[in-house]
């Protein structure tokens, strides 16, 4: 009866030996992934004209800001007319007044790098 017994036994510890070595043999003897680095051309840059942005019109709605804003003059429905101002920060920007560089306008607390990269073709001091 053990001489019948011990060939599927052999054969069974060989199969889970074979499925062990595959499994586990990515984690003790892993292969080396070399990333694929590409060379694309960028689009030159082109540098923008200061001209002022046009707001589209209808009949029954008129933008409140056409042209640039004037950050000393501006009420505060036209402040929030712009990008990335809200109530808030539209309060704290009348608030610093007067204006007379961009310097000035980054000493408001809330107007970052990407909101002076946006306001800056948008208002006038």
Request: zero cysteines; hydrophobic letters at 45%; glycine letters at 8%.
């Amino acid at each position: 009866m053990i001489i019948s017994g011990l060939p599927w036994s052999v054969v069974l510890g060989a199969g889970v030996l074979l499925v062990a070595g595959l499994t586990l043999g990515p984690a003790v003897w892993p292969r080396p992934h070399v990333p694929t680095v590409t060379r694309t051309a960028l689009p030159a840059i082109t540098a923008t004209a200061a001209e002022p942005a046009t707001y589209p019109t209808t009949r029954s709605i008129t933008p409140l800001i056409s042209g640039r804003v004037n950050l000393n003059t501006a009420s505060e429905e036209q402040l929030e007319a712009l990008p990335k101002v809200g109530p808030s920060l539209a309060r704290k920007i009348i608030a610093g007044r007067p204006y007379r560089s961009l310097a000035d306008l980054d000493r408001v607390k809330g107007v970052g790098a990407t909101t002076m990269k946006l306001l800056t073709p948008l208002v006038t001091y």
